[in-house]
């Protein structure tokens, strides 16, 4: 069982124990396995950006860089992903997949045994751990699954697009040993298209 999945099996087998119980007290066992992720997975999305220092990130990036004080906010805004690589591709999986699974289970709950306090906390689980996986991995998969040709006509995509680039290559410049940043990196540079969207002229 991967660890993309591993979270949301352990809620269904929770939503089984709650349902064999059929006692109201049983239904709040469902936020067991969100509230461990959320305390512990999502709260490390959210806090390890603090660990950043934006004015030295800055500095680094100066001499090479456009726009270095926009770029190092975004890398700072994004450094779980940066700092954790694929781990954080998985996270992402993991978070978003737990979420949708916590929506299902609040509209479930609602419709059917109408305990709307324990529907609003699910539902807010759900919503919580969906923002905090798409934020993981946010970088990478917007590479991943924006094509720069189709973004000519939205420029705050194309935006997106070449802080995301830029990050991803600048972040392997000063990280060689990252094995994700690297990968991208060379795919980046790689295409000449791509390339010219980076907010620099040194390749």
Request: aromatic share 12%; proline share 3%; with cysteine.
């Amino acid at each position: 069982m991967t660890m993309n999945w591993r979270s949301t099996i352990g809620f269904l087998i929770t939503a089984a124990i709650a349902y064999a119980i059929d006692q109201a007290w049983g239904w709040w066992l469902l936020l067991i396995v969100p509230g461990l992720v959320l305390f512990t997975t999502a709260a490390a999305v959210w806090l390890s950006p603090l660990s950043v220092d934006t004015s030295k990130l800055q500095e680094a990036l100066a001499a090479d860089w456009e726009e270095p004080d926009r770029l190092a906010s975004y890398m700072k805004k994004h450094w779980i992903a940066f700092e954790y690589g694929l781990y954080s591709a998985k996270v992402q999986d993991k978070m978003m997949n737990l979420g949708v699974a916590c929506l299902i289970a609040a509209a479930t709950v609602y419709f059917t045994i109408a305990l709307q306090i324990l529907a609003a906390v699910l539902a807010g689980c759900g919503v919580v751990l969906f923002v905090s996986g798409k934020k993981a991995n946010q970088p990478f998969a917007f590479l991943h699954y924006a094509s720069m040709r189709g973004l000519a006509g939205h420029p705050e995509l194309m935006d997106e697009y070449r802080l995301a680039s830029s990050a991803i290559v600048a972040f392997h410049e000063l990280n060689p040993g990252n094995g994700m940043a690297q990968s991208s990196a060379e795919a980046i540079l790689g295409d000449q298209l791509f390339r010219k969207a980076l907010l620099t002229s040194k390749y």
